[in-house]
């Protein structure tokens, strides 16, 4: 209740103001609001990137030559490169360490370090450096400004589960003259609405049941675990993408464009497609800013010249790619957490699928041709978006686990075969009753259908909003009402529950 009269009342004062301190006042407010979130470490943490990204950009266009430039732009990305890993990383190598001495028989005696990790800190490093990157490469102009400029590098409804935003796509609305507009209002909050939903009713109904079969999986062996994994990948998917429906939403009813993270990544047909639609702005800042870099490094090139002459230029060109995709996966891995169980279940796991497919994928052709496999219907679509599904949820396994090894002990868990738990009632004791299954279930499948229709408009330039907004007044009221009053009286918390609690604000 505090955050939102925290932005009602910032609201009335933002469009009250003279138009010109609109900036002004979202800056001095994204500051407080990381203060009040995230504390004094968090204050310090974002006004440290913000002012170093800002001059060192400003340094980096006034230089007088290349070298110049390298070396403003080295000092502040190491700077901030080290506060991200010494906050995130550096138990990574006691880990690393110790696992290699266990396999080799090694003492190896290394303490634990203890830091507090400011909120969202993964997300706005990566957007300041973007930015950074972006002026070095001349490809946007380096704002003058530092107020100006801290507004996009603390602007507060991105900042602890994203998205990781752009300058240069979100500049022009950001700092264009904001005026109140009712239906801007509107689809602002429906869509903070649909968060809620998503978050409240699906996700901690979830939470409940992954909790109870991932925190004793001795116990809760086979099905449980299939069950409960399918029950993770829902909770995660509903989790983050609404608390990118509350961004987004809060975001609209200011006036300012930010960038979408998902496009129903559960339909997908492959895997490729799959990361293209989960998490959008993770994956195309890991591309723009790691991947395409890799491959055009002088290393890189001269990787490719020398397998091109071994083994022909159409094998040989695709072994830096490989190479590029393995240092990419491992990068998104260990962004997600200094940990083995990030690094392979939400990195090169993911690597080794893609790659596989598209080394085998000449032999799947061949399997296809021999069998007379129709790849133009629905039951082969369904097909390749259950496979993505199966691939994905394997790397959640390692996701919520609570470690690598553990994650391996849940994998070989889930085969014992115990399929009369979905027919004897098992199921209710996992935390949830027969009602909180029905509630659980009716939501999943407005879920399912809200996201099939917003396919199918996303493709045609539009959306489910703007559908509704079409209908007769007692039709769209009745689903508005239907949302706001679902929330309230089926949203799954109790005294003390904190909505502000997504599982990617600590990331």
């Known amino acids: ?128 450096l973007g930015y950074l990157i972006d002026v ?51 689809f602002g909050l429906q869509r903070i609405g649909w968060g809620l939903f998503k978050k409240l009713v699906i996700a901690e109904r979830m939470a409940v049941i992954v909790d109870t079969v991932y925190g004793d999986y001795y116990t809760y062996q086979g099905c449980y675990i299939i ?12 989790d983050f993408s609404g608390a990118i429906d509350l961004a987004a939403g809060v975001s609209e009813i200011l006036g300012i464009q930010i960038s979408e993270n998902f496009a129903e990544p559960f339909f997908s047909h492959s895997l490729s497609e799959f990361w293209r639609r989960w998490h959008i702005t993770l994956g195309s800042w890991m591309k723009d800013y790691v991947f395409y870099p890799i491959l055009k490094s002088d290393l890189f090139v001269k990787i490719g010249d020398w397998s091109k002459g071994r083994l022909g230029k159409k094998k040989g060109k695709k072994v830096p790619t490989y190479l590029g995709m393995v240092i990419l996966w491992f990068t998104v891995g260990l962004w997600h957490g200094g940990s083995w169980k990030y690094i392979v279940g939400s990195g090169l796991l993911h690597c080794f ?47 919520r686990a609570e470690s690598f090894r553990e994650a391996l002990g849940i994998l070989r868990a889930s085969f014992y075969p115990n399929i009369w738990i979905f027919t004897d009632g ?9 009602p909180d299954f029905i509630i659980g279930g009716v939501a999943f499948g407005i879920l399912f259908l809200v996201s099939v229709q917003q396919k199918k408009f996303r493709a045609e330039g539009s959306g489910v909003r703007e559908m509704l907004a079409k209908q007769n007044l007692v039709f ?24 502000s609690g997504f599982i990617y604000q600590n990331f």
């Open 426 to 434: 098992s199921l209710l004791k996992l935390g949830l009753d027969a």
């Open 1 to 128: 209740m505090s955050i939102v009269l925290f932005f009602v009342l910032f609201l009335m004062i933002y469009y009250s103001v003279p138009k010109r301190f609109q900036v002004y006042l979202l800056t001095a407010v994204s500051i407080v609001f990381c203060g009040l979130a995230g504390g004094g470490l968090m204050v310090s943490s974002i006004l440290t990137a913000t002012v170093s990204t800002w001059y060192g950009a400003v340094r980096i266009e006034n230089a007088m030559s290349n070298k110049q430039k390298k070396r403003w732009f080295y000092a502040v990305l190491l700077l901030n490169m080290g506060v991200l890993i010494i906050c995130k990383y550096l138990n990574f190598f006691v880990y690393t360490s110790r696992f290699v001495g266990e396999v080799l028989h090694w003492e190896i005696y290394l303490q634990e370090f203890s830091f507090l990790v400011p909120l969202g800190l993964s997300f706005y490093t990566l957007q300041v």
């Open 136 to 186: 070095s490469r001349g490809t946007c102009l380096a704002q003058r400004n530092l107020i100006h400029y801290a507004a996009f590098s603390c602007y507060f409804p991105q900042l602890f589960t994203g998205p990781i935003n752009r300058y240069g796509e979100m500049k022009n609305s950001l700092y264009a003259e904001k005026y109140f507009d009712y239906k801007r209002t509107a």
């Open 353 to 399: 699928y893609i790659v596989g497919g598209q080394v085998l994928k000449p032999l799947f052709q061949k399997m296809i041709f021999w069998m007379h496999v129709n790849t133009e219907c629905f039951s082969y679509h369904l097909f390749q978006s259950l496979r993505t599904g199966f691939l994905v949820c394997t790397g959640f396994v390692f996701f």
């Open 227 to 238: 069950f409960a994994t399918m029950c993770f990948a829902c909770q995660l998917y509903t």
């Open 476 to 499: 769209r009221w009745g689903i508005y009402y239907m949302l706001i009053f679902s929330v309230i009286i089926l949203g799954f918390y109790g005294p003390g529950y904190d909505v």
